[in-house]
Nanobody, 116 residues
Framework: QVQLVESGGGLVQPGGSLRLSCAAS????????MSWYRQAPGKERELVAA????????NYADSVKGRFTISRDNAKNTVYLQMNSLKPEDTAVYYC?????????WGQGTQVTVSS
């Protein structure tokens, strides 16, 4: 049974930090590229950050470059998203995604709210 379980979301003040985690099971984690997406109310889901299966050079959306860092631990089957200098516009549900070829899986999402 494939599972992607996100955690670490919550309410944080502008300028604060959060670290999201996504624990994977039920598939060979090391063979999958991993990504974080987000979806704000009334908006389409957008790619935030991605990292290859071999933890190669990550890619980031322009809106989060320099503030967010994606990383993975293949021994723990976990991908992380460190989010610093958070802004109100970062408020969204954040989703973990695993992909290889045409096969992809989604987590259930974790809410991140940036507000004073």
């Amino acid at each position: 049974q494939v599972q992607l379980v996100e955690s670490g979301g919550g309410l944080v003040q502008p300028g604060g930090s959060l670290r999201l985690s996504c624990a994977a099971s039920g598939f060979t984690f090391s063979r999958f590229a991993m990504s974080w997406y987000r979806q704000a109310p009334g908006k389409e889901r957008e790619l935030v950050a991605a990292i290859t299966n071999a933890a190669g050079r990550p890619n980031y959306a322009d809106s989060v470059k320099g503030r967010f860092t994606i990383s993975r631990d293949n021994a723990k089957n976990t991908v992380y998203l460190q989010m610093n200098s958070l802004k109100p516009e970062d408020t969204a549900v954040y989703y973990c995604n695993a992909r290889t070829g045409i096969i992809y899986y989604w987590g259930q999402g974790t809410q991140v709210t940036v507000s004073s």
